[in-house]
């Protein structure tokens, strides 16, 4: 079991037998318990991510349609697809193994943005960093959870 913070709420995350279960407690003191991928906050966050990275590829050059663009969403939204996977894998080794490929596909996305500023596409990075970086740390947790 692992007690997550952030801000004024704490996560608990277990997984008994078969059932992964994430004990959520905010400031208020409401409990619940994640049974969807959907509940999980690094899910929530992750997806904003997607959402984000979307809305401004849509301003890059036509020519980085079927490259960086793709690159960069393709990476962005393998992120919250392998938490949703690894969600409902059974076995620890699994669903470890999907939640490192996500942490793997966030690093990917960095490196994305980083070149995207490079050719001079983008040139806010720092928009991402704080939602990348809490996503990172999320995701840590999550692994080290379960191992």
Request: net charge positive; aromatic share 10%.
């Amino acid at each position: 079991m692992i007690c997550l913070r952030e801000g004024r709420e704490s996560k608990q995350h277990t997984v008994v037998g078969n059932q992964e279960k994430t004990n959520m407690q905010t400031s208020t003191g409401r409990q619940g318990k994640a049974n969807r991928f959907e509940d999980l906050e690094v899910w929530k966050k992750s997806h904003e991510l997607v959402l984000k990275i979307y809305k401004i590829t849509k301003e890059f050059p036509s020519e980085e349609k079927f490259g960086l663009v793709s690159q960069m969403r393709r990476s962005a939204v393998s992120i919250p697809a392998n938490i949703a996977e690894g969600f409902k894998k059974r076995g620890l080794k699994d669903k470890s193994n999907f939640y490192n490929i996500a942490q793997g596909s966030l690093e990917e996305l960095r490196y994305y943005l980083i070149l995207s500023k490079d050719l001079g596409y983008y040139d806010n990075k720092k928009d991402f960093h704080e939602l990348m970086e809490i996503i990172g740390k999320m995701l840590y947790g999550l692994v080290k959870s379960i191992q």
